[in-house]
């Protein structure tokens, strides 16, 4: 079995999403595919490269330590999250419990995550189908 099927996305913490906004769409042409905000410190950005692969998220989340201006974070999918999991846990790696709903009440995709060993988050979510009610 493989753990890790492909590179889902990109996440990298935002201290100004207008203004990273501005850079990443604007600036460097990215396509703007979600943008879900609660407030002005919680708030995600979904960015398209023009040719198919991994998406970037632009995120500022208030109250999460890994989610932070200046920081990245890695999204992994696997073709069976309870699988890879266990595996990793057999493995050594310190892995969080499995969760539901990676982007938001009601996504439905179950995940979890890890750090590597220069405390960058992991997060490896169970391979879903994007449609326009996926916020990323």
């Given at each position: 079995?493989?753990?890790?099927?492909?590179?889902?996305?990109?996440?990298?913490?935002?201290?100004?999403?207008?203004?990273?906004?501005?850079?990443?769409?604007?600036?460097?042409?990215l396509k703007v595919t979600?943008?879900?905000?609660?407030?002005?410190?919680?708030?995600?950005?979904?960015?398209?490269?023009?040719?198919?692969?991994?998406?970037?998220?632009?995120?500022?989340?208030?109250?999460?330590?890994?989610?932070?201006?200046?920081?990245?974070?890695?999204?992994?999918?696997?073709?069976?999250?309870?699988?890879?999991?266990?595996?990793?846990?057999?493995?050594?790696?310190?892995?969080?419990?499995?969760?539901?709903?990676?982007?938001?009440?009601?996504?439905?995709?179950?995940?979890?995550?890890?750090?590597?060993?220069?405390?960058?988050?992991?997060?490896?979510?169970?391979?879903?189908?994007?449609?326009?009610?996926?916020?990323?």
């Amino acid at each position: 079995m493989k753990i890790v099927n492909k590179l889902m996305m990109l996440s990298i913490g935002a201290g100004s999403i207008p203004k990273s906004k501005e850079f990443y769409a604007d600036k460097l042409g990215l396509k703007v595919t979600k943008d879900y905000r609660i407030d002005d410190d919680n708030w995600w950005l979904g960015l398209a490269l023009p040719e198919v692969g991994a998406t970037i998220t632009l995120a500022r989340a208030k109250g999460f330590p890994n989610v932070k201006q200046g920081t990245v974070s890695l999204y992994f999918e696997t073709s069976d999250v309870a699988a890879a999991h266990k595996k990793l846990k057999e493995r050594g790696v310190k892995v969080n419990a499995i969760m539901d709903d990676l982007f938001g009440p009601g996504s439905g995709v179950k995940f979890f995550n890890f750090e590597d060993p220069d405390g960058n988050l992991v997060h490896l979510a169970q391979a879903h189908e994007y449609t326009p009610s996926t916020p990323f």
